[in-house]
């Protein structure tokens, strides 16, 4: 028996071929963490409107989304669903880094 790809499983229909609901959810934790980092490491760089820059570093992960979602290369509902929770992680991460700057000083 010869050993298939994951894309080749998912288009014989079997459930496990991305790990299933586990690696979803593995993979999307993953993911909105480095969004809340990219967003504070943006916000710290930028030393003004933390909030604002962490939410505009999500950009290329927004422009990846609209690019994956049109040409079909993973679960269209996570792709929508991703598209508006980017750039909200990567504000809070900015979000974190304003309160942090605010009681530094």
């Known amino acids: 028996m010869e050993a298939l790809s994951t894309r080749q499983r998912r288009h014989q229909g079997d459930p496990e071929g991305e790990r299933g609901v586990a ?17 504070y490491v943006s916000a710290r760089i ?12 999500s950009i290329l992960c ?4 609209i690019y994956a ?7 269209l509902w996570l792709d929508i669903l991703y598209l508006p929770l980017g750039p909200a992680l990567a504000a809070l991460g900015g979000y974190l880094r304003s309160r942090q700057a605010a009681t530094a000083g």
């Open 23 to 39: 690696g979803c959810l593995e993979r999307s934790r993953l993911g909105g963490l480095c969004s809340v980092l990219g967003g």
């Open 46 to 57: 930028a030393r003004h409107d933390e909030v604002l820059n962490g939410a505009l570093a």
């Open 62 to 65: 927004v422009g990846l989304g």
């Open 69 to 75: 979602a049109a040409r079909g290369t993973g679960h």
